[in-house]
């Protein structure tokens, strides 16, 4: 080599030493700072080709809360496949009666009621003598561990025949007088019942939950007052509960309007309890759709799926339910990093922050991110997970974006 070209050489040599320096010492120092904040937590950062950039505790399990909410929608989307829609069926009997069976339907909403009403006019139900409800599809037993009964919205209680998330949305005008705080939902007795309670000029949201016959009754109300609205008389106000069985002829199989990935969204993007659980019960339509759906059968639809797909055991994913209220869910940062690697291509169903596509996770002494770090070259997994006094997730991910 000549000396020119080795001089050349050298000197791109100790530019580019010069310029990787800063970066080295830069990121070794954001380390340092994240590893300070981390008391019992785990982070993990890799590349966008998935090389580890950060791997703190990566092989510990912690309590994960809402960000398991991405492995739900994951496992939900393999399983039920993107093209499924949750269903409700309609029946009658000789007595001109109406049956109306459940099977999990999250959003069978006001809107979604209001379609229903128009699909059975024309399948020639105009008239209804009493409306019966079948729960039938979800046992009687079905408790969802973490769960409290509360009046908190979140903590909506899943069935198989559920309208409005269990809830309502009320207001109380100054003049006292109570109104739908919702235009395209009807005012029902039981509505103007509950707000009583609810102080002059207040709006309130009250999940119905802690009464399964305020849900029963405020589901039959719902669809009395929309199908009536529509058109359809109904001749008796009386709502009961049935089984349904070969006595009943079904009319009408509604499906949702809305398709898995919208049902996802609404999951992620407000991290929806409820939602997630439902899809949690629901996914064992996927192979088995007629003998109901059950806690104990969900979770060896998931434990199969965890153990064989994902190839992970016990000491890394513990997975007792689909939304992440419960402590009883257990998981590795290694784990969450693969979850999140397949569920990539699925980054715009998550929630914005700073840029960058998170799933929040949050109960007492939990404080965890999931998501993925947008770059120039594509899109950086990382999980902070802080089961700790101290929340210093948002200081963690600034810390992991500069890399």
Same mark, same amino acid.
Not at 51 to 74: C, G, H, Q, Y
Not at 83 to 107: E, H, V
Not at 256 to 282: E, K, M, P, T, W
């Given at each position: 080599?000549?000396?020119?070209?080795?001089? =050349?050489?050298? #000197?791109?040599? +100790? $530019?580019?030493?010069?310029?990787?320096?800063? &970066?080295?010492? %830069?990121?070794?120092? *954001?380390?340092?700072?994240?590893?300070?904040?981390?008391?019992?937590?785990?982070?993990?950062?890799?590349?966008?080709?998935?090389?580890?950039?950060?791997?703190?505790?990566?092989?510990?399990?912690?309590?994960? =809360?809402?960000? #398991?909410?991405? +492995? $739900?929608?994951?496992?939900?989307?393999?399983? &039920?496949?993107? %093209?499924?829609?949750? *269903?409700?069926?309609?029946?009658?009997?000789?007595?001109?009666?109406?049956?109306?069976?459940?099977?999990?339907?999250?959003?069978?909403?006001?809107?979604?009621?209001?379609?229903?009403?128009?699909?059975?006019?024309?399948?020639?139900?105009?008239?209804?003598?009493?409306?019966?409800?079948?729960?039938?599809?979800?046992?009687?037993?079905?408790?969802?561990?973490?769960?409290?009964?509360?009046?908190?919205?979140?903590?909506?209680?899943?069935?198989?025949?559920?309208?409005?998330?269990?809830?309502?949305?009320?207001?109380?005008?100054?003049?006292?007088?109570?109104?739908?705080?919702?235009?395209?939902?009807?005012?029902?007795?039981?509505?103007?019942?509950?707000?009583?309670?609810?102080?002059?000029?207040?709006?309130?949201?009250?999940?119905?939950?802690?009464?399964?016959?305020?849900?029963?009754?405020?589901?039959?109300?719902?669809?009395?007052?929309?199908?009536?609205?529509?058109?359809?008389?109904?001749?008796?106000?009386?709502?009961?509960?049935?089984?349904?069985?070969?006595?009943?002829?079904?009319?009408?199989?509604?499906?949702?309007?809305?398709?898995?990935?919208?049902?996802?969204?609404?999951?992620?993007?407000?991290?929806?309890?409820?939602?997630?659980?439902?899809?949690?019960?629901?996914?064992?339509?996927?192979?088995?759709?007629?003998?109901?759906?059950?806690?104990?059968?969900?979770?060896?639809?998931?434990?199969?799926?965890?153990?064989?797909?994902?190839?992970?055991?016990?000491?890394?994913?513990?997975?007792?339910?689909?939304?992440?209220?419960?402590?009883?869910?257990?998981?590795?940062?290694?784990?969450?990093?693969?979850?999140?690697?397949?569920?990539?291509?699925?980054?715009?169903?998550?929630?914005?922050?700073?840029?960058?596509?998170?799933?929040?996770?949050?109960?007492?002494?939990?404080?965890?991110?999931?998501?993925?770090?947008?770059?120039?070259?594509?899109?950086?997994?990382?999980?902070?997970?802080?089961?700790?006094?101290?929340?210093?997730?948002?200081?963690?991910?600034?810390?992991?974006?500069?890399?």
């Amino acid at each position: 080599m000549k000396p020119k070209q080795l001089l =050349a050489g050298l #000197i791109t040599l +100790l $530019t580019l030493v010069m310029i990787a320096s800063p &970066l080295q010492a %830069t990121e070794k120092a *954001s380390l340092r700072k994240i590893r300070s904040l981390v008391h019992n937590g785990s982070v993990v950062l890799t590349s966008e080709t998935g090389e580890r950039l950060v791997a703190i505790n990566a092989d510990r399990r912690f309590v994960p =809360a809402s960000i #398991i909410k991405i +492995l $739900t929608a994951m496992i939900a989307r393999d399983l &039920l496949g993107e %093209t499924f829609r949750f *269903s409700t069926g309609f029946y009658t009997n000789t007595q001109g009666d109406l049956a109306i069976k459940g099977f999990g339907d999250p959003f069978l909403v006001s809107d979604e009621i209001r379609i229903i009403a128009q699909h059975l006019k024309n399948s020639g139900v105009t008239q209804i003598n009493r409306i019966m409800l079948d729960h039938s599809y979800f046992t009687d037993d079905l408790s969802i561990p973490g769960l409290s009964k509360t009046s908190n919205p979140y903590d909506a209680i899943n069935g198989a025949l559920v309208v409005n998330f269990n809830t309502i949305h009320v207001k109380k005008e100054a003049s006292g007088n109570v109104v739908s705080a919702e235009a395209e939902t009807p005012l029902t007795p039981l509505v103007i019942a509950k707000a009583a309670g609810i102080s002059r000029g207040k709006t309130a949201r009250i999940n119905l939950s802690a009464r399964k016959a305020d849900c029963n009754r405020y589901a039959g109300e719902i669809f009395s007052a929309i199908f009536r609205e529509q058109g359809i008389t109904i001749t008796h106000d009386f709502i009961g509960e049935v089984t349904v069985d070969a006595s009943w002829q079904q009319r009408y199989l509604h499906r949702n309007s809305r398709a898995l990935d919208d049902v996802l969204q609404g999951l992620l993007q407000y991290s929806n309890n409820f939602i997630a659980n439902q899809l949690f019960l629901a996914a064992p339509q996927a192979s088995d759709s007629d003998t109901g759906a059950t806690l104990q059968k969900s979770r060896r639809l998931f434990e199969n799926y965890i153990r064989t797909r994902l190839n992970t055991d016990a000491n890394e994913l513990i997975m007792v339910e689909g939304s992440g209220i419960s402590r009883g869910n257990l998981v590795t940062g290694n784990v969450m990093i693969s979850i999140l690697d397949r569920f990539k291509s699925h980054a715009d169903l998550l929630t914005p922050k700073d840029g960058h596509p998170v799933k929040s996770g949050t109960l007492t002494g939990v404080y965890n991110y999931a998501g993925y770090i947008k770059t120039a070259g594509g899109l950086r997994s990382f999980v902070v997970m802080l089961n700790q006094k101290k929340n210093h997730r948002d200081a963690i991910l600034a810390l992991l974006a500069s890399f």
